[in-house]
């Protein structure tokens, strides 16, 4: 059984830093891209940020190049998010969700999120 | 990286049929056959519905299909059940390792 599980959210002030972790089982994790996708507070769906199986391949949203930096481990079935000048409109639960069937940002596995709050 | 555009509600009465369009540009929904929908019922994560337009992972009920024609792809719900009722997303490559969303659509079964 495929498992995501996230940790590492919290509340944070404007412009500290926060690193998210997502540990997988359930699947031969270097054999697939990665993905970080967030939800704002009664809002849509936002994707973050993508990582090939190699991390040869990265991608990021305009809204947080520059300020966020995903890696894997392949090594520990890992995924993270290192996200440095936090901003309030960054609060959201943020999902750790895998790539499938071989297809090009198909996502058939989310885990169950970890909620990032920046406040003051 | 503009969010792909979707109608905020639909909504049919069961037994019917609905169709969610989802309008982009020649940059992602239109360049790409990599366009997927997702359900999200409240306070859970959301499920993989379709890909690649029109492909169906195993388990989704043959009730929901995708199609595509230039700009604009569609999710059409046909004989509309209850628990139907959710809020639907959907994304499309957009190249160079970028992934982009729809703003969502609220369905509601009457």
């Known amino acids: 059984e495929v498992q995501l599980v996230e940790s590492g959210g919290g509340l944070v002030q404007p412009g500290r830093s926060l690193r998210l972790s997502c540990a997988a089982s359930?699947?031969?994790?270097?054999?697939?891209?990665m993905n970080w996708v967030r939800q704002a507070p009664g809002k849509g769906l936002e994707w973050v940020s993508g990582?090939?199986?190699?991390?040869?391949?990265?991608g990021y949203a305009d809204s947080v190049k520059g300020r966020f930096t995903i890696s894997r481990d392949n090594a520990k079935n890992s995924l993270y998010l290192q996200m440095n000048s936090l901003r309030a409109e960054d609060t959201a639960l943020y999902y750790c969700?895998?790539?499938?069937?071989?297809?090009?940002?198909?996502?058939?596995?989310w885990g169950q999120g970890t909620l990032v709050t920046v406040s003051s | 990286q503009s969010a792909l555009t979707q109608p905020p509600s639909a909504s049919g009465s069961p037994g019917q049929s609905v169709t969610i369009s989802c309008t982009g540009t020649?940059?992602?929904?239109?360049?790409?056959?990599?366009v997927s929908w997702y359900q999200q019922h409240p306070g859970k994560a959301p499920k993989f519905m379709i890909y690649?337009?029109?492909r169906r992972p195993s388990g989704v009920p043959d009730r929901f299909s995708g199609s595509k024609s230039g700009n604009t792809a569609s999710l059409t719900v046909s004989g509309l059940q209850a628990e139907d009722e959710a809020d639907y997303y959907c994304?499309?490559?957009?190249?160079?390792?970028?992934?982009?969303f729809g703003g969502g659509t609220k369905l509601t079964v009457l």
């Open positions: 969700a895998k790539d499938g069937y071989g297809s090009q940002g198909a996502i058939d596995y």
């Open positions: 359930g699947f031969t994790f270097d054999d697939y891209a």
């Open positions: 990582i090939n199986w190699n991390s040869a391949g990265i």
């Open positions: 020649s940059s992602d929904v239109g360049g790409y056959n990599y």
């Open positions: 690649e337009v029109s």
């Open positions: 994304s499309s490559y957009a190249g160079s390792n970028n992934l982009v």
